[in-house]
């Protein structure tokens, strides 16, 4: 490269000035509209032009495209043969056990006691964590107190109250809600502390410099600042509320607990049925996503983008 | 005098003191430019001023109702359009609703983001955020307005003009300002008086008068420039091993 290093030796020989910008000393507009003027050509340079939100179909389409391959490859390898039909039974069979559920009413049934105590259960977790979750990360020596336990109740898995909840309330709706609490509460109230804790201290100080109460301070600046990190507590709140549901229903099965789709699963073990069984899997599946796509997702979409907090991501 | 310090000083912890006899009067509707290293305890003086901190010593003299600041980042709430900023900043006086909206929509005109007032924070750029959080200090309605580096992070072309509407509105709202800066050109550009500060401890070791001469005059304000920052430089070259 014998030609690089003659531009390189003329670079020092540059008059100095000419190599820095710097801000100017002096005026640099000529008075009051050529001011508007520039600026406002600036800030049409700098900002983003309006972006129109249109529907894209690859969202939609490649899961729907996931979904497919996946069955396809399952039916592929049920008609090998490899395994008996009865213990692998393939999507047209579980299609077909479905069918026979919904005939029997079971399907609706099943669904409808899950969805309902679920969702029950996750608003009454909602109602109790919201203001310990507040209260503990704006008092310091309560957190102090409480925090490591229930960070530890977060990590136990809520199946272990199970055996506990059927001693003290017997088989009885009052165990199901026992469980779902002892799963979504710790949960959303370390959602809600996280939350808290990831507020810029910078807010707090602006909240002071404009005069904040402590009330007005909690409410303004605090709450809507941590709603994200809130919002994905709630979102695994619903999560464990959901599978210590499932969790409670397996175990706990007769009394005057109803039927709902843990139930089903354990029918089917019970018959054997590797159909009932698959479809009461694919059942508890598709409520989760259900509830993640209609109802998390667009609230946390819509939220994130409005803060600006989406771009860049590969959702 | 709307600011007076008298021996201020200020240590954290058993730390080495940060601020030490910082002596200093600012009158009603004077721009100030305090100029200093990084690091020399300016946001610390500030912070002071602003009674976000205590003074370890000394005393000063603040208006009654307290200070606007202006911070470095914006610290606009992303939850909020610009508007919805600037209103907060009117709520929290407990001014009436109705007249919040009037005032709102007067102070994005003066910072001329009239039409822009419905956008959020990440929709703006760093320097209109800047003009919205000059308008919410604004909408403090202080006689005294702080600001710490509020256009450091800004390209020059944008802080050119930035520079500029704040002295455009300096003019035109009578504050009083303390403007904080480490860029000797900037304190050059707006000041009508700029101090100097050293570097540990922090005290006023100089201080320079800037005419209407040095606003057009560019020939003139270089060579203040240039005279400022030798006097900076000296004090940092004190501090080398
Ligand atoms: N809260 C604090 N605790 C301990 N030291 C601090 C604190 N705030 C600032 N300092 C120290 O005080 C000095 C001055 O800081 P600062 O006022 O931010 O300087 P400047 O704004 O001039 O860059 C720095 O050395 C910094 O480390
Ligand atoms: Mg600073």
Known sequence: ?315 | MPVVLEHLGKSFGDGAPVLDDVNANIGKGEFVALLGASGCGKSTLLNIMAGLEAPSSGALEVPSDGAAFMFQDAALFPWLTARENIELALKLRNVRKAERKAKAQELLELVHLGTAGDKRPHELSGGMRQRVSLARSLAQDRQLLLMDEPFAALDAITRDLLHDELERIWKETGRTIVFVTHNVREAVRLGQRVLLLSSRPGRVVQEWAVTEEHRTDAGLAGQLTGVITARLREEIRRHAK
């Open chain 1, 1 to 315: 490269m014998p030609s690089n290093p003659t531009p390189l030796a003329e670079a020092p020989s540059e008059p100095v000035e000419t190599r820095h910008v710097h801000a100017a000393l002096t005026r640099s507009s000529t008075g009051r509209e050529d001011l508007r003027e520039l600026e406002s050509g600036l800030d049409s340079l700098q900002s983003d032009a309006d972006r129109k939100h249109r529907i894209d179909w690859s969202r939609v389409l490649l899961p729907i495209a996931a979904l497919v391959a996946l069955v396809l490859i399952w039916q592929f390898y049920v008609s090998l043969g490899v395994k008996r039909r009865d213990l692998v039974p393939g999507p047209l069979d579980v299609a077909a056990q479905m069918g026979v559920l919904w005939n029997e009413g079971k399907l609706q049934e099943s669904v409808w006691t899950s969805m309902q105590r679920g969702l029950v259960g996750f608003v009454i977790s909602v109602a109790i964590a919201t203001p310990v979750g507040l209260l503990l990360a704006q008092v310091a020596p309560l957190r102090r107190a409480f925090g490591p336990l229930i960070s530890g109740l977060q990590v136990l898995p809520s199946v272990a109250w199970v055996p506990a909840a059927i001693i003290w309330f017997g088989l009885t709706d009052a165990t199901v809600y026992f469980v779902i609490f002892m799963g979504a509460i710790p949960s959303i109230i370390n959602g809600l502390i996280s939350g808290v804790d990831q507020i810029p201290p910078q807010y707090r100080r602006v909240g002071t410099v404009l005069g904040a109460s402590r009330l007005q301070m909690a409410l303004q600046i605090i709450l809507p600042a941590a709603l994200p990190g809130y919002l994905s507590g709630l979102k695994q709140g619903w999560a464990f509320s959901w599978r210590s549901l499932m969790a409670a229903e397996i175990i706990a099965v007769g009394g005057t607990i109803g039927f709902g789709l843990g139930s089903l699963l354990d029918q089917g073990r019970q018959l054997s049925d590797m159909s009932v069984v698959m479809a009461a899997i694919l059942l508890i599946l598709a409520v989760g996503i259900l509830i993640e796509l209609l109802v998390f997702a667009p609230i946390e979409k819509r939220l994130l983008r409005s803060r600006g907090l989406l771009s860049g991501s590969t959702r």
